[in-house]
């Protein structure tokens, strides 16, 4: 019984790169990295068909943590008290 392969996605750029740049045949390429030329050819059609998205304007926005920011307005309001309670001992 065979075991499935896991492919990274750097590994899986790589190769879709030389396949790209036509350099070597798929069946070279195949054998270089020890894959079906089919297997090559499926990741080189997925990555063409993204490619549009690389290009894109729409960038998703940073969303902010909540958790940081619960844990700032607590960190604030604990430095305001000590700010207080130190102005009222030095008056």
Sequence with gaps: MTTRRKFSKEFKAKVVLEALKERETLESLAKKYELQPT???????????????????DQPKEKVNEVDVQQLYAQIGKLQMQNDFLKKKLE
């Design 39 to 57: 297997q090559i050819s499926t990741w080189k059609t997925q990555a063409m068909g993204n490619f549009a998205a690389l290009f894109t304007h």
